[in-house]
């Protein structure tokens, strides 16, 4: 039997998969690592713990395989998106990774627009200027670390760090590239324009490589340390969000996902690259070749039900925090819960507005609490899917993973909220297994990506609309919607408040 490994570099964690050429799971391992929030707004981590947290799992699979290493084919990546990591000409890091989620750029997004043009900036990169990309960050350092920039040769999105201290390659590919503001992503090549308004050298930029590219192999220094083979293919990989979609079959024109991690995404295939979403939604390419997604993000998804379980519900598990919510009713008791903890990009690109809970009463318990969260949550992908049918496309089954899908109620209540058929999968790490398929892909294992995905990808249940539910969410969604109008004037006068 032959093996991939998929790669899943996270926010709070990496995850590692072990199929085999029956689609089957083998065996999956999980390390975590911590956040660091210096200030308000600031999001950072150490890429050395990347390194350090994939070799320990690395290390530990192989040595719970029964199999023979050299079975082991490849290896592929997911990784966390528009973080950046510099690295000087000796390929040492210069300073914290910093990640999606920091939206302290806000000035360095004006400049942007200042010195491109929204228009011109839309047409190059199809994507507006916001606090999470790549670029906002290398300008903020150049401004405020002019020390570290002057020492900057290249820089590197997480997984492709991780990739490189794997195998001493660098390199990087359109599905991430295309999340910096530094590509021209229908032309697939980084943009010559962009860089020199902003100085900065052609080769600052890695070169560019297909998702199921090999790239190299493992290192002997690795290979030694984890136990795998040093002849193991190592493959480029995609952006978590593309390899999410490739792990969940989002592979034709008409498939849409819905994906709760620590931020949620809902995404719908194109095969096109120059449809006009004004900079509503992001445009980015797809880890299929010569093919592109739309996609439509909340900031704090799975982060606000972590933050409220931190907060409220500290000594309880998930499963103790959830149980019992399909007997709170539709609307949490009059609860209306924003997720914006650390602002929001989706349909708003706001960095300063904050969450609230709306109708908050004497009679209301935990359980409500709780149930406004997920519908929150669920409302602010709603707002993706609104722009979606309003741009024409039709959305009539999606396919939810991660953290949307572990919880029965929860999955009704996206159906509900979306109006639309749920598609669980039997399996739900699905930006894990779109590396895993990447690399069966670049393995050889058949000549067609699709044939791969429909060999992994194996639904397990289908949740419907309730029409009853439809209408009355139909009603809440009106109000929710109101509330960021009349909270984003109170939240710009707190900003100052907050340390």
Known sequence: ????????????????????????????????????????????????????????????????????????????????????????????????????????????????????????????????????????KILWVKEHEPYIFEQAAIFLLPKDYLRFRMTGQIHSEYSDAAGTLLLNVGEKEWSQEICALFELKHDFCPPLVESHECVGTLTEQFSNETGLSPATKVFAGGADNACGAIGSGILSEGNTLCSVGTSGVVLSYEERNDRDFAGKVHYFNHGKENAFYTMG????????????????????????????????????????????????????????????????EGSHTKKDFARAVLEGITFSLHESIEIFR????????????????????????QADIFNTKIVKLKSEQGPGIGAAILAAYGAGWSSSLKEIADLFIKPAKTYEPIADNVAKYQELFTLYKEVYQHTKGLNEGLAKFRK
Not at 56 to 72: H, M, P, S, W
Not at 317 to 327: A, H, K, T, V
């Open 1 to 136: 039997m032959k093996y991939v490994i998929g790669i899943d570099l996270g926010t709070s964690a990496v995850k590692i998969l072990l199929m085999d050429q029956n689609g089957n799971v083998a065996h999956e391992i999980s390390k975590s690592y911590p956040l660091i929030h210096e200030k308000s707004g600031y999001s950072e981590q150490e890429p050395e713990l990347w390194v350090e947290k994939t070799r320990e799992g690395l290390a530990e699979l192989v040595k719970e395989f029964n199999g023979d290493v050299n079975d082991i084919e490849g290896i592929s990546f997911s990784g966390q998106m528009h973080g950046l990591v510099l690295l000087d000409k000796s390929h040492q890091v210069l300073r914290n990774a910093i990640l999606w989620n920091d939206v302290r750029t806000t000035p360095q997004c004006k400049q942007i627009y200042d010195v491109v043009g929204q228009d011109k900036l839309l047409q190059i990169t199809k994507n507006p200027a916001l606090e999470g990309f790549t670029l906002p």
């Open 297 to 360: 993000v909340t900031l704090a998804a799975g982060y606000s039900l972590n933050w409220f379980k931190d907060v409220f519900a500290e000594n309880e598990s998930y499963e103790e925090l959830l149980n019992g919510l399909e007997e709170v009713p539709v609307g949490s008791n009059g609860l209306l819960f924003t997720p914006y903890l650390v602002g929001e990009r989706t349909p708003y690109a706001d960095p300063t507005i904050r969450a609230s809970f709306i109708g908050m």
């Open 390 to 413: 309003d741009s024409g496309k039709k959305i009539d089954t999606i396919i939810s993973i991660g953290g949307g899908a572990k919880n029965e109620t929860w999955l009704q209540i």
